[in-house]
């Protein structure tokens, strides 16, 4: 077994993912990401992290250099609602590394409209890959954790399932059923020194939120007294806190990371 710590990021391709997944590998863990389909995203991730841990300096890393001959990068190109490929990702991960001893769960879609106008088939995929691809993963990696006698699981949710949203119903229904994902997990968690949290982030300047017209961009970096969204790497640093064995007495909580919109 691999003495390198390793951390599993669902969505790890891109956006909050990628800038997750860069700060663990400067950190010297193994990283393991799991994309849906775009290869030259994953393939970017993966010269990143390379990069990042040539950079990282053994003096503070966890682990040290792989001693195993392996690049310290695997990216798993799975669908985290579909049941198999999750048991197959997870698998593919243990057998090149040996352990998990994070998750983060970072895999989301958003389908937004109003309630009228939300199609049952959009309600029931924004919930399959935002809920129902972070149970699989949580079940997947906690037999592993257990046996190790530790782990950290950190479930990205959003401020929108805290608050609510108008046209985001499916959405925020999601986000909130991760809060409550993770603190059941938490409270299975601690007498096997394995820790659940999760992270609600604000507006974050990714692809997702790139995509929506220049007006509701600016609305809402109005309602941020920061008055400006998150890059990627300031929510990364929640999750790394929140996700590393810095982190030992932190369990059931979300953490908002929004720049003060939700106070
Ligand atoms: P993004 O769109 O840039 O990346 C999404 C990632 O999820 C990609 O790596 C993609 O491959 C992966 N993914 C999507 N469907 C998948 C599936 N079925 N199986 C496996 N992987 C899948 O998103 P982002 O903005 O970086 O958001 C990351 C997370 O943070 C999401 O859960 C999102 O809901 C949440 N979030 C984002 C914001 C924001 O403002 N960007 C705010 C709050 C919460």
């Given at each position: 077994m691999s003495e390198r710590k390793t951390v599993l990021i669902s969505g790890?391709?891109?956006g909050i993912g990628r800038a997750t997944a860069l700060r663990f590998a400067k950190a010297g863990y193994n990283v393991a990401i799991i994309y849906a389909g775009n290869e030259t995203a994953a393939e970017k991730t993966g010269k990143l992290v390379r990069k990042a841990a040539e950079q990282e300096n053994a003096a503070d890393?966890?682990?040290?250099?792989?001693?195993?001959?392996?690049?310290g990068f695997l990216a798993v190109k799975a669908d985290v609602s579909a049941e198999t490929d999750v048991h197959e990702a997870v698998a593919r991960v243990m057998e090149t590394f040996?352990?998990?001893?994070t998750l983060v769960n970072c895999a989301g879609i958003s389908r937004d409209a109003l309630l009228i106008a939300t199609k049952a088939e959009d309600f029931d995929r924004t919930y399959e890959v935002n809920l129902r691809g972070a149970y699989l993963l949580s079940k997947e990696v906690f037999r592993p954790m257990m046996k190790q006698r530790s782990g950290r699981i950190v479930n990205i949710s959003s401020i929108v399932g805290l608050h609510g949203n108008a046209g985001q119903a499916a959405y925020a229904a999601a986000k909130a059923g991760l809060i409550g994902l993770t603190k059941s997990t938490a409270l299975e968690g601690v007498k096997r020194g394995i820790l659940a949290n999760a992270v609600a982030p604000g507006y974050v300047l990714t692809d997702m939120t790139g995509a929506l017209p220049e007006k509701v961009t600016d609305a809402m970096a109005a309602r941020i007294p920061l008055g400006r969204g998150a890059s990627p790497e300031e929510v990364a640093e929640t999750v790394y806190f929140l996700g590393s064995?810095?982190?030992?007495y932190i369990t059931g909580q979300t953490m908002t990371v929004d720049g003060g919109m939700c106070m």
């Open positions: 790890g391709s891109r890393s966890v682990g040290g250099p792989a001693e195993d001959g392996t690049s040996g352990r998990i001893d064995e810095t982190n030992t």
